[in-house]
T-cell receptor, first 111, second 116 residues
Framework: RKEVEQDPGPFNVPEGATVAFNCTYSNSASQSFFWYRQDCRKEPKLLMSVYSSGNEDGRFTAQLNRASQYISLLIRDSKLSDSATYLCVVNPRGGYNKLIFGAGTRLAVHP | GAVVSQHPSWVICKSGTSVKIECRSLDFQATTMFWYRQFPKQSLMLMATSNEGSKATYEQGVEKDKFLINHASLTLSTLTVTSAHPEDSSFYIC????????????FGPGTRLTVL
């Protein structure tokens, strides 16, 4: 079983749509969780950290369910510029030291 | 913000040759640097972690004699792929973090290696 699993997609949605991505992780002792965004042939960029209480950053909302070992990302009012691959990332020990990446979920937003 | 550069951005080489990739932190001191590899449609896989002035720690399954890592200064780490073969063709990405224990990793733009 992979340490971090994501639905590869692609998710094809129209502009303005709300889309949700899910991710599961296998190590119940994992401490830190993140969503990164990766554009084609580019490096990953931190989108947001994920906190136990859930957190929001503009149109993006992240949720963590430790009991189910499940992380989600919700994007509201999708923009064309949101088209990218979204990577679920887990750190078993906390902080940013050793990051375990999921393979990513691809999002394509169309006009 | 923190900037990390990589050089070269892409390289094509013949099988059997060695390739060196540089990773530099431009505006902060990187006490720890990480090297990742990403094959198409797969996740980034951590290859090794290096702390300035000490030997790199390699992940299981990564050959340390094939992937030589040097982190000689607080702003530079190098990855040398020795005797490269076509199966080493991949996207190599470095990241760097500063002294803060829980500090964020900042990623370089990556190097695309193609071995013919």
């Amino acid at each position: 079983r992979k340490e971090v699993e994501q639905d590869p997609g692609p998710f094809n949605v129209p502009e303005g749509a709300t889309v949700a991505f899910n991710c599961t992780y296998s190590n119940s002792a994992s401490q830190s969780f993140f969503w990164y965004r990766q554009d084609c042939r580019k490096e990953p960029k931190l989108l947001m950290s994920v906190y136990s209480s859930g957190n929001e950053d503009g149109r993006f909302t992240a949720q963590l369910n430790r009991a189910s070992q499940y992380i989600s990302l919700l994007i509201r009012d999708s923009k064309l510029s949101d088209s990218a691959t979204y990577l679920c990332v887990v750190n078993p020990r906390g902080g940013y030291n050793k990051l375990i990446f999921g393979a990513g979920t691809r999002l394509a937003v169309h006009p | 913000g923190a900037v990390v550069s990589q050089h070269p951005s892409w390289v094509i080489c013949k099988s059997g040759t060695s390739v060196k990739i540089e990773c530099r932190s431009l505006d902060f001191q990187a006490t720890t640097m990480f090297w990742y590899r990403q094959f198409p449609k797969q996740s980034l896989m951590l290859m090794a972690t290096s702390n300035e002035g000490s030997k790199a720690t390699y992940e299981q399954g990564v050959e340390k004699d094939k992937f030589l890592i040097n982190h000689a200064s607080l702003t530079l780490s190098t990855l040398t792929v020795t005797s490269a073969h076509p199966e080493d063709s991949s996207f190599y990405i470095c990241s760097a973090k500063g002294r803060e224990v829980r500090g964020e990793q900042f990623f370089g733009p990556g190097t695309r290696l193609t071995v013919l």
